[in-house]
């Protein structure tokens, strides 16, 4: 009895360890000047990865919008989140779009980036 539970629980962390090993950290230089799409376009996200934004609180901040036609308009209201901190932590939660914005210079830098999670 006592092998069959342990089997079973190193099963389980056989099966679970995978996922949580494969989660991957980006670091975001969250500043104008950054190519956002060339960051998108050379990197593949998927569930569990993790995105750091780094920035200039004073300067900058993070707002996640709720759809691609604001983010498009560079909409901040309404929206997902709304961060200053300077220093962000977003995991992707599951397969999709997400659309990370600054308020600041979307519209005058186009400081955006689409993220697409497999």
Excluded at 16 to 45: C, K, L
Excluded at 80 to 105: D, K, R
């Amino acid at each position: 009895m006592a092998v069959a539970r342990y089997s079973a629980l190193a099963l389980l962390a056989f099966l679970v360890s995978p996922i949580m090993v494969m989660a991957t950290p980006y670091e975001v230089d969250w500043s104008v000047g950054v190519d956002f799409t060339a960051f998108a376009t050379q990197n593949h996200f998927y569930a569990g990865d993790v995105l750091n934004f780094h920035y200039d609180r004073v300067h900058n901040n993070v707002v996640i919008a709720t759809n691609g036609d604001e983010f498009d308009q560079c909409e901040m209201e309404p929206n997902l989140g709304y961060y200053q901190s300077g220093n962000e932590v977003f995991t992707l939660p599951e397969a999709g779009y997400y659309y990370f914005m600054c308020g600041y210079h979307c519209k005058s830098h186009g400081m955006r980036i689409t993220v697409f999670v497999n």
